[in-house]
């Protein structure tokens, strides 16, 4: 099998298993910079029973963290922390908020939110047995595929195309001064070099 086909056969199989063996969790997470007395919001859209968890944390400095809901009832609260792990469960549909507070501190504090979100659907179905409805809700716990990422895709490709342009480059330098100094070494020129001084 020449080398061409090894190298294309190996670039197929890193491009296919790149693709099919896709991570499928969801995680969220940013690092803030707070100045003194700013709040910084995050917003996430959330049905009934949807569950977050996560944690925040804060370096140099403390924060104010809470949770309110789409009807503006705070969830949870945790004033002046360093570090809090924080997790609540969708009461209602709707637009649930993230709030990171530098209420005390005179300089700015860096905060870092991190939150997993897991969605659930909810299957319901009612049946009716001679003149009795019974309601029978199902509830299936998943965690979203995120958006498929181009880039990632590629990547292994373009890490194995950038090592081969490289290994090609460093043969042909190599090859090149490998001539440089033979020629050198070789002393190609026959002519002697005559170094004549002037006299007046």
């Not at 659907?121 to 716990?141: C, D, H, Q, R, Y």
């Not at 880039?151 to 890490?159: A, G, H, W």
């Not at 460093?170 to 002037?198: A, E, N």
Request: proline content about 4%; hydrophobic content about 45%.
């Amino acid at each position: 099998m020449s080398k061409v086909k090894i190298i294309l056969a190996f670039c197929l199989l890193a491009f296919v298993s790149n693709v099919f063996f896709i991570r499928t969790a969801e995680a969220r997470g940013d690092t803030l910079i707070l100045k003194p007395a700013q709040e910084v919001e995050e917003t996430i859209q959330l049905s009934l029973s949807d569950e977050v968890y996560g944690n925040i944390s804060a370096i140099e400095g403390l924060v104010d963290f809470y949770v309110t809901s789409p009807s503006g009832i705070v969830l949870l609260w945790y004033n002046v922390t360093e570090f809090s792990r924080f997790n609540f469960t969708a009461r209602e549909n709707g637009l649930y908020t993230l709030h990171l507070v530098n209420a005390l501190q005179t300089r700015n504090v860096t905060a870092v939110l991190n939150y997993c979100v897991h969605y659930k659907i909810v299957i319901s179905e009612n049946l009716s047995f001679s003149g009795a409805t019974e309601t029978m809700t199902t509830t299936i716990k998943t965690t979203p595929i995120p958006p498929l990422d181009w880039l990632d895709i590629f990547k292994p490709f373009l890490e194995l195309v950038r090592n081969v342009l490289a290994a090609v480059f460093s043969k042909i330098i190599i090859d090149w001064f490998k001539y440089l100094y033979q020629k050198w070494k070789d002393g190609k020129s026959k002519t002697p070099v005559v170094i004549s001084s002037i006299h007046f």
